[in-house]
């Protein structure tokens, strides 16, 4: 109940409708929206007692999409409208360094609904039939995997599969529960390199990995041992 003079709020819309979305009050069944919803009104009579009915304007839902990354390249909003097919026109499949794409998802971490596939076709089935202005898309990932491949002269001697992401160590040479590398009399081995004959050591015997040696999926890395001549201690000193 209102009362001359005094500003009030409406009465929050209840009412829902399939496929359509709310968007005010108008004064009569077909006219334009005058009043939004919980709109502040004053004076809509000057009759005692008397009353005004307003009536609910609709208009079909459209969805805006957004896409959250989650650390991979970002897509620009789209949208579909309520009944119609959902289109992956103008998007493409996102990348990120040492993941692989997995799909757009209605929530975080793979879950909920998936909306697109790992290839950015539409996963969502039939007409959209979503009923809401706004929906947030959380980018799936899934870490690339790879191979170590342990090189000892021009000879490959073990292979190790690891997983972008994931800590690891890489195996000891010389340790008889490693790659049990004999040395060569007079030299001493120091660690590894990626370039064949190299004296550089990128990698230590043993050493952790924490991140990932390649972002490429499939990827085989080549790690090479590298020898100096004396022991190390002389080595450092020269």
């Excluded at 991979?72 to 993941?99: F, I």
């Amino acid at each position: 109940r209102f009362s001359y003079g005094t500003k009030q709020k409406l009465t929050a819309n209840g009412f829902t409708k399939v496929g359509e979305t709310f968007v005010g009050w108008a004064l009569t069944p077909t006219g334009s929206v005058m009043y939004g919803d919980e709109a502040e009104v004053a004076d809509l009579c000057t009759d005692n007692d008397d009353t005004i009915t307003l009536y609910a304007v609709w208009q079909k839902t459209v969805t805006k999409i957004s896409f959250v990354s989650d650390g991979g390249t970002v897509n620009a909003p789209t949208s579909v409208g309520y009944g119609e097919q959902l289109s992956a026109d103008g998007l493409v499949v996102p990348t990120r360094g040492g993941y692989k794409f997995a799909g757009y998802y209605t929530q975080a971490d793979g879950a909920g609904d998936m909306i697109f596939d790992g290839e950015m076709n539409v996963a969502y089935t039939g007409a959209w039939d979503k009923n809401v202005v706004t929906l947030t898309l959380y980018a799936a990932w899934t870490p690339v995997s790879y191979t170590v491949v342990y090189v000892n002269g021009q000879d490959e001697i073990a292979r190790q599969t690891a997983v972008y992401g994931v800590e690891f160590d890489l195996r000891l040479a010389t340790d008889e529960n490693g790659l049990g590398i004999v040395v060569p009399a007079g030299y001493t081995f120091v660690g590894w390199s990626t370039v064949p004959g190299a004296q550089t050591v990128m990698f230590a015997d043993g050493q952790k990995i924490v991140s990932g040696l390649t972002e490429n999926d499939g990827d085989e890395v080549r790690l090479y041992a590298v020898y100096i001549k004396g022991d190390t201690l002389q080595a450092q000193i020269d």
